[in-house]
């Protein structure tokens, strides 16, 4: 049985970062959730590219996107896409209005140590802030997998995420960090 992609390959998949918000349904989110505190509101979603997350302090938006580059969204506000270098980190910082960090690394190993990394992100699914799962494109893959862990206080807000392509055997790990004064 074949079925339509629902991820597409490592290759085609891109960070985007914008400096103002965007509608959450130009994602069409499997699932999303929302953080608020007096400082600062977030919402966060997995799409079948990877995930988007916009987080509002006093005024201002920023947006990162990890999606396939083909995925058409506004060019207003895009300040900066990158696509992931193999073996090498994707590192991002900006300090208006408040200070944004962002780490992205694709991880490209063997058949072997994919299935066991998909299984140890499988049994974490349950524990984490965001999940999602989807249908395996065929019997012998399993389905890309998404989650998201988010810590934080009202000072910070930290986002892990983890986003695996079954067809490449890679797995896109990124780290924000958001510092509010």
């Known amino acids: 049985m074949h079925t339509e992609n629902i991820r597409p390959s490592i290759s085609e998949t891109s960070y985007r970062f914008f400096d103002r918000p965007l509608h959450p349904e130009l994602f069409s989110p499997a699932i999303c959730g929302r953080v608020r505190t007096s400082r600062y509101h977030m919402v966060i979603g997995i799409c079948r590219g990877g995930h988007y997350a916009q987080v509002s302090a006093r005024d201002n938006s920023i947006v990162e996107v990890t999606a396939p580059d083909r995925q058409v969204l506004s060019t207003y506000g895009l300040q900066q896409t990158y ?26 190993v063997d058949f072997s140590i994919f299935t066991r990394v998909q299984l140890e992100l499988e049994m974490a699914a349950s524990r984490a802030f965001l999940s999602h799962q989807f249908p395996p494109r065929h019997r012998l893959l399993p389905g890309p997998l998404s989650l998201i862990q988010v810590e934080g206080n009202e000072r910070m807000l930290t986002l892990h995420t983890f986003h695996t392509f079954p067809e490449d055997l890679a797995v896109l ?6 510092e509010f004064e």
Not at 83 to 108: K, N, W
Not at 173 to 178: A, I, K, N, Y
């Open 83 to 108: 696509f992931f270098p193999e073996e090498e980190e994707l590192l991002v910082e900006v300090q208006t209005p408040f200070s944004y960090h962002f780490a992205g690394q694709v991880d490209v």
């Open 173 to 178: 790990r990124t780290q924000s960090l958001f």
